[in-house]
């Protein structure tokens, strides 16, 4: 039997987002919409600005943005245009010189002859494109001279096809007459396709046919008439441009000399005739633009053609990166030319961004509300609250002279189901499902459990209990202007985030309620009360708050009810009868009352009663401090950095002390 052996070809995947990679991070991301979102801004707004920022070790759109723009102005305070005249010039000028030094060496030479000749060479036009010309039908005596101006001929009709074929002009150096047919031969080939094509008449085979003959010369290997087309005009509108961006003298010098290409007129009559195809099959390309070049760094036509394509892509990767236009998304990013500008390590930097954005996206962490507009999803809500809660918790535990505060009801019943092992737990092990994992890991690990097993800290998992003492819990925050104005914005939504994990994943049989309470007081879920925008109006209706929480309170009557109560300011605002708020400041005497009434109602149901009172205003410590001995409550004073830690230390405090009245920790 024959073995074929088959060699294998391995290069960068192409295929859009690499399958092997791992999935990308959005723990920063998230948290930094999450904030902005609570700050009050539109998720698909605060989701941008993540991406123009970038991340703690990423670039954002902002910086590769100003680096392209940094290109840019490098390209053109480096350079200048007019690079192929001065290296005719000098050619001139050494094809001159020699011939001088051979015309006063040459002592056979008639006198007459030298004598014209010599005029000749001393009344050349001061313009390097007519001396050129004047010269064409010269007789060189100096055979190092008219190897010079032949130079020129070559040098011209290389420059004029790197302009619209890049990397012609390597290729035809010392180039044969065979190889300038060759090139005739395609450009006359090339019309005809296109011609063809203009008039609907090609078909693949003719393009098949034409690259099968023709492919050497494009590098860029199109694989249809459209690619083909657009490799060419975008090539030619260049160096239309860079004839623009040329002074008029610059321009009429090089119009003139380009006649002297390879010394073949026709030549500049095909490439005439493919710049106008070129033109009407693509007249969304820019023709007419230019540029301002201000550098010492002199260009050839075909390398300043070669920068104005650099310019423009770099002016396309720059409207990419802006995203201002109706429907972007970071996946129209050109990743090719974005590496090719500023290098690889910018294109993994956007690529990055662009998995973050799709991931973030259609990952489920965003959605469309009924109102059609983007919102956090309880997805990322959940993954939002637990980070926000794990935040808290290590604020607790920081504490000096604290005592271990569990996360869990530890005094409370088996749920039946396990979680893993977190700091500070010290619920029973689940020893079942904690040594399944250390055996699935060892076996992963390539090792063998029959011959002994470790247990690693991830392995752990632990029984989940539930307290048997359920509480109602109602969060009544301020949602008065002056906790935006003063910073305490944020703060309070990441607080209610916060409690709310926690009490839907550690105590899922509590019940809890947020309360807003501004000149009106509302019941609201999480996600409203996250992407609640701060409104200047003014009014602290606690009374109205405090209505709700009875209400709440009243629904659930078998559990323990928990109030707690953030705020900054004194009431400012109470429920009429009919339903309107009434606004008084300072605090009206009747506002006070009916605020003191309702607290006194949920005293006697029994609710435990804890206020957070935010700033030092005496006024507001002093009316907290009577409100709290009123129903036997505490006051909380923390800083707004600290008020996450300090809501959720209350209510777990809140249920240690229903677990001792009820003696199930006895």
Do not use: C
């Amino acid at each position: 039997m024959a073995i074929h052996k088959r060699s294998a070809r391995y290069g960068r995947y192409t295929g859009g987002p690499d399958p092997l990679a791992p999935p990308v991070d959005l723990g920063e991301a998230l948290d930094a919409v999450a904030e902005d979102v609570m700050a009050g801004y539109p998720p698909r707004h605060a989701l941008q600005e993540f991406l123009r920022r970038g991340g703690r070790n990423r670039d954002g759109l902002d910086d590769l943005a100003r680096r392209v723009q940094q290109r840019r102005r490098d390209l053109l305070s480096r350079h200048r245009l007019d690079g192929t005249l001065d290296e005719v010039k000098k050619l001139l000028d050494t094809a001159v010189l020699e011939e001088r030094k051979q015309l006063a060496r040459d002592a056979m030479m008639d006198n007459t002859d030298r004598a014209f000749r010599e005029m000749q060479l001393q009344n050349l036009p001061p313009s390097t494109a007519a001396a050129v010309n004047e010269l064409a039908s010269y007789d060189w005596q100096s055979s190092t001279a008219r190897e010079a101006y032949d130079r020129i001929k070559d040098l011209l009709g290389r420059e004029v096809l790197e302009q619209r074929f890049a990397g012609m002009k390597q290729a035809l150096e010392s180039a044969t007459d065979e190889d300038r047919e060759a090139v005739s031969a395609m450009l006359r080939d090339l019309n005809e396709l296109l011609g063809k094509h203009r008039r609907g008449e090609d078909s693949d085979a003719d393009f098949q046919d034409f690259m099968a003959k023709h492919g050497q010369f494009f590098p860029e290997n199109p694989q249809s008439v459209e690619e083909l087309v657009d490799a060419l005009a975008q090539r030619a509108a260049a160096a239309q441009r860079l004839l623009q961006s040329m002074s008029p003298e610059q321009r009429n010098e090089l119009m003139q000399l380009s006649a002297q290409a390879f010394g073949s007129p026709e030549l500049m009559a095909q490439l005439s005739e493919l710049d106008a195809a070129l033109q009407a099959l693509r007249p969304g390309e820019d023709w007419t633009g230019s540029e301002r070049f201000e550098g010492q760094e002199g260009l050839g036509l075909g390398d300043g053609t070669g920068v104005l394509q650099d310019i423009a892509e770099l002016d396309e990767l720059s409207d990419q990166l802006s995203q201002n236009y109706n429907g972007s998304r970071l996946d129209d990013l050109d990743l090719d030319a974005l590496a090719r500008q500023l290098g690889e390590k910018a294109a993994v930097s956007a690529r990055t961004l662009a998995e973050i954005e799709r991931a973030m996206q259609d990952g489920g962490y965003l959605r469309r509300g009924a109102d059609g507009d983007l919102r956090l999803s309880p997805q990322a809500m959940r993954r939002l609250g637990k980070s926000l809660l794990r935040d808290a918790a290590r604020q607790l535990s920081g504490r000096q002279g604290s005592r271990d505060t569990r996360m869990a009801g530890a005094a409370g019943e088996l749920t039946g189901s396990s979680r893993q092992w977190e700091f500070g737990d010290a619920e029973p092990w689940d020893v079942t499902r904690t040594m399944t994992n250390a055996i699935q890991r060892t076996m992963a690990d390539g090792g063998d459990p029959a011959r002994g097993l470790r247990l690693a800290v991830e392995d752990i998992e632990v029984a989940e209990t539930e307290a048997r003492t359920q509480a109602a819990v109602a969060l009544l925050v301020d949602v008065s202007f002056s906790m935006a104005a003063e910073g305490r914005w944020v703060p309070m939504k990441r607080t209610a985030l916060a409690l709310h994990h926690l009490v839907s994943t550690r105590f899922r049989g509590d019940r809890l309620e947020l309360i807003t309470f501004g000149r009106y007081a509302q019941s609201m879920d999480i996600g409203e009360l996250t992407s609640l925008p701060a409104l200047r109006e003014q009014g602290t209706n606690l009374h109205h708050g405090l209505l709700l929480a009875g209400r709440f309170f009243r629904r659930h009557p078998s559990m323990q009810p928990v109030l707690l109560v953030v705020t900054d300011g004194e009431p400012t605002a109470h429920l009429l009868p009919d339903g309107d708020s009434w606004f008084n400041w300072p605090p009206d005497a009747e506002t006070i009352r009916a605020t003191v009434g309702e607290l006194d109602r949920l005293g006697r149901m029994g609710a435990q009663t804890t206020f957070f009172r935010l700033g030092n205003d005496p006024g507001l410590e002093r009316f907290i401090q009577r409100m709290a001995h009123r129903v036997d409550g505490r006051v909380v004073a923390p800083e707004a950095g600290d008020l996450g830690a300090a809501v959720v230390g209350e209510y777990l405090r809140a249920h240690v002390r229903s677990a001792y009245a009820d003696g199930d920790w006895l």
